[in-house]
Structures are given as structure tokens and as C-alpha cells.
T-cell receptor
Framework: KAGVTQTPRYLIKTRGQQVTLSCSPI?????VSWYQQTPGQGLQFLFE???????NKGNFPGRFSGRQFSNSRSEMNVSTLELGDSALYLC????????????FGPGTRLTVT | AQKITQTQPGMFVQEKEAVTLDCTYD???????LFWYKQPSSGEMIFLIY??????QNATEGRYSLNFQKARKSANLVISASQLGDSAMYFC???????????FGKGTHLIIQP
């Protein structure tokens, strides 16, 4: 069974631009969660989607948004990028909401200059 | 609020020795799950082991075992017979307990020396 895939793996953007990251979950998994990892703040939960609906959201500004498609693939968007948005963005897939099974993808490393 | 504490920022261990990575957690809920993940330099989070709050026996997965002491709110990871490939960041995390998503600790950087 293929694992979680994230595209792109690396991205360089300029402050003020916007960016879209993509995550394809494990086949059959319907929940996708997003996390931000930075050296200063560590790993922080962004949001979780299940059946195309956002179920939970972490403490992040409205510039961070996401969506999920009918095939469970998810995209995360960050608008008006700031230098502090530079991070590794990890996606995790699980079979259900708040499931204790969480499988992570390789991440997208975003650098904002 | 849920909190995970990992008090060892870094550890050096000789190859083939056993390793214990510390993790304490704080939650007022009775139902929660505890995880350990390994993150090599490539960035991917690799699931190692899971322990449910109602599980009476300590979880084991190959060379990994979780020493779960509920009264002390402790969930230490034990790696038996360490290998060079075990060098990585290790994160303890908690699910449930009223929190959205997983709550992670700051991690322990484990380096296995030959």
C-alpha cells in the first residue's frame, strides 16, 4: 500500500506571496491532518479534514487555510507569506477523525525569503 | 491544556546498548493515546509505537517498547540493542485528552556511536 505523498518536497517563496501544498493520503484513509514544524515552536497542529470538512483547527491565523477533495486529497494554502512561515509542513493521514492511527508523509520544506 | 515534556534534548549512546528516552505528559482526561515517532534527517515522521490510556500492558514493537506508568504520567520509550540507524530525532506525542490533533514534545536527538 502506498504511503502518504506530499508535493512539492521543497519550495522557495518570497515574502508576501502565497503558496499551495498538496497531500495525498494512504488509499482508504479519509482524514488528513496538517502540522507545521519549526526549530523554535516545534511541531504544531494546523487543521484536520475529514470527508471534505474541516473538523479541527489549531491556533494559527486565517492566512492558513486548507481544503479536502472528494478523493481525500488535501491542499493547504498560506497567503501573504511571512518569514516566520518558513517551516517543514507535514501531512498525516488516518482512517477516521481523531484516529489514533496517524501516518505521516515526507513533508514539504518551505523557505520564505 | 495538554502538554508533553521531553527532558533530554540530546543523547549519545554506544551501539548495542539499550536506550531509554523520557516522556511525561499532562492531561486531565482519562481517554488518550501516546505515540512515539522517529524523525531522521530526511524529515519524515516514522511511527514507532502506540499506547492507549486504558491498555494495561506495555506496548512492544520489535526492538521498541513503551514503559507506561499511568500514575506518574510517564511514557518512556525503550530501544533495545541500539543500532547506528537509530540515530534520529525522537518525538513523544499525545492524541485525545481534549486536544485537537496530536500534541508533540520538543523531541530528543539520539546519536548512536560505533
Amino acid at each position: 500500500k502506498a504511503g502518504v505523498t506530499q508535493t512539492p518536497r521543497y519550495l522557495i517563496k518570497t515574502r508576501g506571496q502565497q503558496v499551495t501544498l498538496s497531500c495525498s493520503p494512504i488509499s482508504g484513509h479519509r482524514s488528513v491532518s496538517w502540522y507545521q514544524q519549526t526549530p523554535g515552536q516545534g511541531l504544531q497542529f494546523l487543521f484536520e479534514y475529514f470527508s471534505e470538512t474541516q473538523r479541527n483547527k489549531g491556533n494559527f491565523p486565517g492566512r492558513f487555510s486548507g481544503r479536502q477533495f472528494s478523493n481525500s486529497r488535501s491542499e493547504m494554502n498560506v497567503s501573504t507569506l511571512e518569514l516566520g512561515d518558513s517551516a517543514l509542513y507535514l501531512c498525516a493521514s488516518s482512517p477516521a477523525v481523531l484516529s489514533y492511527e496517524q501516518y505521516f508523509g515526507p513533508g514539504t520544506r518551505l523557505t520564505v525569503t | 491544556a495538554q502538554k508533553i515534556t521531553q527532558t533530554q534534548p540530546g543523547m549519545f549512546v554506544q551501539e548495542k546498548e539499550a536506550v531509554t528516552l523520557d516522556c511525561t505528559y499532562d492531561t486531565s482526561d482519562q481517554s488518550y493515546g501516546l505515540f512515539w515517532y522517529k524523525q531522521p534527517s530526511s524529515g519524515e515522521m516514522i511511527f514507532l509505537i502506540y499506547q492507549g490510556s486504558y491498555d494495561e500492558q506495555n506496548a512492544t514493537e520489535g526492538r521498541y517498547s513503551l514503559n507506561f506508568q499511568k500514575a506518574r504520567k510517564s511514557a518512556n520509550l525503550v530501544i533495545s540493542a541500539s543500532q547506528l540507524g537509530d540515530s534520529a530525532m525522537y518525538f513523544c506525542a499525545m492524541a485525545g485528552g481534549g486536544a485537537d490533533g496530536l500534541t508533540f514534545g520538543k523531541g530528543t536527538h539520539l546519536i548512536i556511536q560505533p
